[in-house]
């Protein structure tokens, strides 16, 4: 039996998730995400590897953009299958590509603009990569399933989705070719998350796969531990309350707002800090917040404790979300110190800029960085120390304090990896490392070598390798 296994994405970089599967009879896409890195981004704009149309079926992991952000653009191209994955998946996705063919929409729109301003054409037709009606056109293919499910595709194909542990509805997902002798199971890792991280259950130990795809974004470090979280949230909100200033939150929407809503109520539950407002200013923080709300069968013994006893994170004094424009507008005229969140998390666009304007040159206020800033991004020069920074197009000092926490990555680091690939039983007969910045990757791939035995390689983009 040969099995085609074709790297398109994330080979060497960690966005651009996408890996094609052929077998005799059927073409399976495990993935369709978008490229992000800045020297990647015409990737995006790419024709498909092979005919949309001639893809039978997408098995999706999580819905973060990196592994779901192509699929409006595959849909519109020809690809009519089912795209199968966890219930909280299919709803954080649907939200996400929404939210994704919108910018796309905005940026066409100002570039546009600034082309006419400039009197000038592009080298091509100004237009967006894919549009909202795209991304509506992907929800209906959505299939859901759970945890441990065997989901039958046909052609002697099936596939097991397994608690990945990184965001909510994560997972990684063991796809089995049944032949004439044993079959072959590939396991695909997605993303993989902590152990003890709140809310979400740790990542599922998998016994058996014959290949593993497995993920190294941070395969050559190690995380802090995650108690110091507590320790630093508390000192930074009583200081910055002390001081009479806000603390500002730049904010992802997709579970690293329900993280944060998660330490907050604790510290609040604990008496370490005092009953103040909490505005969640990002109305897709809030549709992501609804979908955990409605999923509690995905979370951990501990987060079902607190719903138990009416002690839900996503409920407690002082939080408000605002979801309208005039809400929003009205947190500035707010009085006395108050914790605000608001996308986006590098500051790049959105109502966080509004809170930067207000805050950014007060002493007593503090910016509190708790996600990865990517080089060249407005949160990214704030970190950095920058005196003074341009915030929708005027320069403002920085005067506030500038504080950032480390602790609250979603992906497992070198030796969480480790444990993961540990569960297998039997050893695989080869790992695949991706998703990772080439250090990374190749350092992950030597460790795991070293510490196994078992045959590792790094692919780059566009590899192909048929597997027995
Ligand atoms: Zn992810």
């Not at 002390?242 to 329900?258: C, D, L, M, Y």
């Not at 549709?287 to 709300?293: G, I, K, N, S, W």
Request: negative net charge; aromatic residues 6%; charged residues 25%.
């Amino acid at each position: 039996m040969d099995i085609k296994l074709s790297f398109f994405g994330a080979a060497q970089n960690v966005t651009g998730s996408r890996y094609l599967v052929e077998t005799s009879g059927a073409r399976l896409l495990i993935d369709c995400g978008l490229y992000q890195e800045r020297e990647l981004l015409a990737r995006n704009w790419d024709p498909f590897p092979v005919p949309p149309e001639s893809i039978d079926t997408v098995l999706l992991t999580h819905a973060h953009l990196d592994h779901c952000g192509l699929l409006p653009k595959l849909v519109r191209e020809g690809f009519s299958g089912p795209i199968h994955c966890t219930g909280p998946t299919a709803e954080i996705a649907t939200i996400v590509l929404l939210d994704s063919a919108h910018l796309q929409e905005e940026d066409a729109e100002h570039k546009l603009r600034r082309h006419k301003r400039e009197k000038r054409t592009g080298p091509h037709p100004v237009k967006p990569l894919y549009t909202t009606e795209d991304a509506e056109a992907v929800t209906p293919l959505l299939s859901t399933t759970g945890y441990e499910q065997p989901v039958q595709l046909g052609k002697g194909l099936e596939a097991v989705y397994h608690d990945a542990g990184h965001i909510l509805g994560a997972a990684s997902i063991s796809l089995t070719i049944k032949g004439k002798g044993a079959g072959r199971t590939i396991l695909f890792s997605g993303d993989v998350g902590r152990r003890d991280k709140p809310i979400l259950q740790d990542p599922a130990v998998i016994e058996h796969a014959d290949y593993v795809v497995i993920e190294s974004t941070y395969g050559d470090r190690l995380h802090q531990d995650r108690k110091e979280i507590d320790d630093a949230l508390a000192d930074i909100v009583n200081s910055t309350r002390k001081a009479g200033g806000n603390i500002v939150i730049p904010t992802f929407s997709v579970e690293r707002a329900q993280e944060l809503l998660y330490h907050l109520s604790k510290l609040l539950r604990e008496d370490r800090i005092p009953k103040m407002p909490v505005f969640v200013d990002s109305p897709m923080a809030i549709r992501v917040t609804d979908v955990f709300e409605h999923h509690p069968e995905y979370f951990d013994e501990e987060m079902m404790a607190l719903i138990r006893r009416r002690e839900s994170p996503f409920d407690f004094p002082g939080l408000r979300e605002t979801r309208s424009v005039e809400q929003s507008k009205k947190i500035s005229r707010h009085r006395g110190p108050a914790i605000i969140m608001a996308g986006s998390g590098m500051c790049t666009g959105g109502r966080i800029k509004y809170h930067l304007i207000d805050n950014i040159a007060r002493e007593e206020s503090t910016i509190l960085f708790v996600g990865y800033q990517a080089f060249g991004t407005l949160g990214r020069h704030i970190v950095e120390g920058a005196e003074n920074v341009r915030i929708l197009g005027r320069r403002h000092d920085v005067r506030a304090r500038v504080a950032q926490i480390h602790g609250f990555s979603a992906h497992a680091d070198r030796d969480e990896l480790l444990v993961w690939l540990s569960g297998l039983k039997k050893d695989p007969r080869h790992v695949f490392v991706t998703h990772g910045e080439p250090e990374a990757a190749e350092s992950f791939s030597r460790f795991v070598h070293e510490k196994t035995g078992w045959p590792t390689s790094v692919p780059s983009y566009e590899d192909s390798v048929t597997l027995q």
